[in-house]
């Protein structure tokens, strides 16, 4: 009864009373946007340029869902990435803020062949140049995570 009310108030606010829909099309039309827009799936990037662009900018963001789905899956990215994800949960909300801010820069960009990329960015946070390698695997690109921190630490 309560949401026939409020629909009936959303109806009027919006001036369709007069018009030829129903409360029930309009709730339909409500969800069915609703649904629409919440079950959209981020589109993957197709180049292994984008890949990196998509993976630096939601690392830096905190944004693990979206870089963890472009990091290349084996045990040691996934390990790698969970030290990363640690380190960064751990900082001050003004160093998030900080590498959120951050600009980056690609000093280098090897296409080695078809399957395989180098990369070298820095950010002008940190301005320290730190390695990439994309690997493509079913004809998409992934991060090779580890690759940029063997032989490394994060601090």
């Known amino acids: 009864m ?3 009310t409020k629909t009936s108030k959303a109806i009027k606010a919006l001036g369709l009373q007069n018009n030829n829909f129903s409360s029930s ?3 339909i039309l409500i969800l069915v946007v609703l649904f629409t827009s919440c079950s959209e799936k981020k589109s993957r990037p197709v180049t292994s340029m984008d890949t990196a662009r998509l993976f630096i900018e939601s690392s830096l963001n905190g944004d693990f ?17 969970r030290t990363f994800e640690a380190f ?11 590498y959120k801010n951050t600009n980056y820069q690609i000093n ?5 062949n078809d399957t395989l990329c180098l990369l070298n960015f820095s950010n002008d946070y940190r301005n320290k140049p730190m390695e990439m390698r994309l690997i493509k695997t079913s ?3 992934f991060v090779d995570f580890s690759y940029s921190y063997q032989g490394d630490k994060i601090q």
């Open 139 to 141: 004809n998409e690109w």
């Open 25 to 27: 099309r309009i709730i």
């Open 88 to 98: 960064y949960n751990k900082l001050s909300p003004e160093q998030k803020e900080k």
């Open 2 to 4: 309560m949401l026939k």
């Open 65 to 81: 869902k979206t870089a963890e789905n472009l990091l290349l899956k084996n045990q040691s990215n996934n390990d790698w990435y």
């Open 108 to 112: 280098s960009f090897n296409e080695v």
